[in-house]
């Protein structure tokens, strides 16, 4: 379990790197950016369950903390709760190579947009969320949504590093 764990964690820093620098350079003339890291959690926690899910969670939010301008503490929280949300879906569905990656991700990012929303009620000033009139929101969905197929096809070839 903890192979899985830090080589999930290295894949979501991994991701998270290329995020903030290449694809935010790729993609000037859109909105955002597909969270990449958020979806790598996501199968991570749903191939190994609720446990890995929290602690990969755990793990890469304090890995993101460090690298973003997030109050710290701030994607702990919210990865950690994704991926003991994820893990318990385990099992639940047969992987299918479209719907289902597609499904998870897309719940996932409204779960992100939820649980900020949430925290931005209780600490206003600290911690930001998204804007419903905003398109941000919606095209990261939208990109999560598209990428999610592709990339947990690629994470498959890494089986034997991210599944117990």
Known sequence: MTKNIIWASVFILIATILQSTLLSRLLFGFYSIPDIALCILVYSAYING???GQMTGF???IL???ISAAPLGLNILTRTIIGAASG???GAFFVDTVFVPIALCGGATLFKALLLFLLH???VDAVPCYSISSPVLWVELLMNTV???FLFALLKMF????KR
Request: proline residues 5%.
């Open 50 to 52: 609720t446990m890995t």
């Open 59 to 61: 793990f890469s939010g």
């Open 64 to 66: 993101i903390d460090f």
């Open 88 to 90: 318990v879906l385990k």
């Open 121 to 123: 009620l209780l600490f």
């Open 147 to 149: 990428t999610a197929p």
């Open 159 to 162: 089986n034997n590093l991210l």
